[in-house]
């Protein structure tokens, strides 16, 4: 069959529907659930509502040299269960995963096991019917759950990203299905992520992060910000994940509203969450999470030791020194992440419920940048 | 009958995608580059690999590169510098 170019294009020749469905699986194209057959007038559809020819490349990743086309993009679009109405967010969402910054490649493939977060923001929420309230993160809404599926089937069969081939992830998480959400922006207390992020009020975006599995912050018992915020401070400075890298925090609306209710920024939410967000260097070496690799590091290296009495070294230490714990170790605070900027917030879920979520990002490292991009009109 | 259309890369050519070279016809007299990926132990696997080549081949040298980062490709300066010396680069990651 040729395309409306009239290029043949590559595929399978079936007779019906089921057949379709079962084709894809043998093919070893989809992410284990079933996946709509795209079939060339589902595909067109999809290309022809994003602003881009079949030709344009919408993600490059420079590591294995993988150029994924708008058509690519528009074939597993279409096998995620994206409305074409969806595209232009499906090409925005690549396009962020793509930033040479974002070092895809690293969280595509590490066994730290990341999942591609997607949080919209802006008047495509409504328009496509993005969900931020109740079940968040969880099934039961078309554009969250097949978007964020597309940037999977995209990493399976554009980059090759295959489990235990590719795709070296020890365990995974589920997030890794489908991670996309919108920003509840009308119950948060501050401005939508965007503007923060220096987009325009009324631009719609997508931010990007290269998630490990979310923890739940749970508090029905105060309204008062710092005790609340004590508990989510607590969560980040988990020794499992404590790392130099970034965390998101996305705030139940209840929660949001005691901030709000105190009169709380985002900026002192910030920076109180990075200041209370720490383990001693002594807590970190007990557990083994200072590795003398890190020693020569020098960002690790600063990371470790800002804190501490004896300074930053300016040497790398003896590897020895990655156990042996001193008394001022027990006193050197190791903060998780660099400074304020590294947490990002945001506000969604349910109305009813104190249940709120920290995701530290892949990677025992500095690990990759959020990064936001418009959604093209 | 319908036709389901391919998602994958692997039909596809791409400008600028560069293809593998091909594989030298032998290494004796070859200098043979070590390029590890970013990870603090694999210089120490590609040691012991150039060894193993260095017992069974007359290599000439063995020039080693490291990157700093598992996630981003090589440099232009150090693939520069392994095209201008080697006849064969070993890659290898070790977490």
Redesign the interface.
Known sequence: ?ASAMGRE?????????WQ?IE??YE?G?TDGLPAV????AL?ERMLAAGPWAEDD?LLFE??R?????AY?AA??AV?AGCRPEYFPVVGAALAAIGDPTF?????AT??GGAALMVIVNGPVRQRLGFHSKANLFGPGFRANATIGRTLR?VLL??L?CRPGVLDKSTQGWPGKYSLCFAEDEEASPWEPLSVARGFRPGQSTVTVFAAESGHNVLSHGTARPERLLALFADTMAGLGSLSPGRSVVVFAPEHAGHLAGEGWSRARTQAWLYEHAWRSLADLKRTGKV?P?FFSNPRLLEWLYRHHAAGVPSTPPDPATAERITAEDAEARVHRGLGPDDILLCVGGGEAGGHSAFFPSWSRGRS?PFITKEVPS | ?????????R??R?A???PLAPRPPRLAGASIGLLANGK?NAMTLLDRVAQILGERHAIEEVVRVAKT?????VTEEEAEALLKRCGAVVTAIG?
């Open positions: 069959m294009r590559e595929g399978v020749d079936l007779d019906d529907a379709a084709a894809c093919q194209w057959p795209p079939t060339e595909v490349v420079p590591a040299d993988r150029a994924v086309t690519k074939v597993n096998m070092e895809l490649h690293g969280p590490s066994t089937l069969n554009c090759d590795e690799a990759v | 009958m319908t036709r389901i259309l391919d998602p994958t890369l039909t596809v791409v600028g995608v560069v603090s980062n598992a996630s981003v490709p977490d």
